[in-house]
């Protein structure tokens, strides 16, 4: 069974700094993976999507990579701002076409 | 968000009361899926529907039913038989070609008293 762990649980970290979100996971038989942010009480935005073919993705000061090797994705956050602050999530899809979802990183961004 | 509407946004129910949550979308995606999220924990699917008239079980489907009756509306019953309905629950829609994205609703806040 694919079981997916996002590490650290919560992250502080001052303004500007650069940060890396880690995600893991078991079964390397997926169909894509995604990252997703979470504001509290709000729903889930998408950040970006590896393909399973593919080893990165990019958007603006976002820069996520997959090892299906290894078992690991993570998301680079580069010059972090305080709007960065909220839940990171990542998910795998596996054969189905169905998302499974680790538990998240709490990143709090102090200015 | 964008195309995906999920009423109400919070709401509330006794104890042994049916609940339906609403979802609709105009985003023209053939499948839609609803999860369940609780505190400090990743989404766990409840149920999902890849066509109109079908629909299957997720991890989580026992206490809930869902219906699929028109390809923009997937809502979800959470029966007097689910142990724990308090939960943020959300909805999503997928694209049935290409990437396979998944993308969701605002979400909605049910509290059981």
């Known amino acids: 069974k694919q079981e997916v762990t996002q590490i650290p649980a919560a992250l502080s970290v001052p303004e500007g700094e650069n940060l890396v979100l880690n995600c893991s996971f078991t079964d390397s038989a997926i169909y894509n993976l995604q990252w997703f942010r979470q504001d509290p009480g709000k729903g889930l935005t998408s950040l970006l999507l590896i393909q399973s073919s593919q080893r990165e993705q990019t958007s603006g000061r976002l820069n996520a990579s997959l090892d299906k090797s290894s078992g690991r994705s993570t998301l680079y956050i580069a010059a972090s701002q305080p709007g960065d602050s909220a839940t990171y999530l990542c998910?795998?899809?596996?054969?189905?076409?169905?998302?499974?979802f680790g538990s998240g990183t709490r990143l709090l961004v102090r200015p | 968000d964008g195309g995906i509407t999920q009423s109400p946004k919070y709401l509330f129910r006794k104890e042994g009361q049916n609940v339906t949550l609403s979802c609709e979308q105009n985003l023209n995606h053939d499948a839609m899926y609803w999860y369940r999220q609780d505190p400090g924990q990743g989404l766990r699917l409840i149920y999902y529907?890849?066509?109109?008239?079908?629909?299957q079980k997720g991890d989580i489907a026992e206490g809930y039913s869902v219906s699929r009756e028109k390809k923009e509306s997937f809502p979800l019953t959470v029966t007097s038989a689910q142990k724990n309905p308090t939960a943020f629950y959300l909805c999503?829609?997928?694209?049935?070609?290409?990437?396979?994205?998944?993308?969701f609703g605002p979400g909605t806040r049910l509290t059981v008293t």
């Open positions: 999503a829609t997928q694209a049935g070609t290409g990437s396979y994205e998944q993308y």
């Open positions: 529907s890849q066509i109109v008239n079908d629909f």
């Open positions: 998910a795998l899809m596996d054969s189905s076409y169905k998302l499974i």
